[in-house]
């Protein structure tokens, strides 16, 4: 069966960083748009990044916009988001998800069928 594992959460204070990882198994990460979300304590799931199956075009929430970066390896099957200047609001259960689709589009929720158990980002003020 497919399964998306994600790692690198951890804390950090407000101003560093963190690389997230995720890995998957019986899905290639080549062929599919694969997106990274997260969802904060009493929030709903939000997009943070996206990256189209070709790459290296991404899209990103406006909240991240030039302190995250997506990527990834396709000879590791493996997605990435570089996370720099964190910011006590960026605290929130990170998930990687793979989707249907070739390209991000809007990465709604919905456009994604496989999801990890997610990984728990805090930052400290």
């Known amino acids: 069966q497919v399964q998306v594992v994600e790692s690198g959460g951890g804390l950090v204070q407000a101003g560093g960083s963190l690389r997230l990882s995720c890995t998957a198994s019986?899905?290639?990460?080549?062929?599919?748009?694969m997106a990274w979300f997260r969802q904060g304590p009493g929030k709903e799931r939000e997009g943070v990044s996206c990256?189209?199956?070709?790459?290296?075009?991404?899209n990103y929430a406006d909240s991240v916009k030039g302190r995250f970066t997506i990527s990834k390896d396709n000879a590791k099957n493996t997605l990435y988001l570089q996370m720099n200047g964190l910011k006590p609001e960026d605290t929130a259960m990170y998930y990687c998800?793979?989707?249907?689709?070739?390209?991000?589009?809007?990465?709604?929720?919905?456009?994604?069928?496989?999801w990890g158990q997610g990984t728990q980002v805090t930052v400290s003020s």
């Open positions: 990256l189209n199956y070709i790459g290296p075009a991404a």
């Open positions: 019986r899905l290639n990460v080549a062929d599919r748009a």
């Open positions: 998800a793979a989707s249907r689709w070739q390209m991000c589009g809007q990465f709604r929720v919905s456009d994604f069928d496989y």
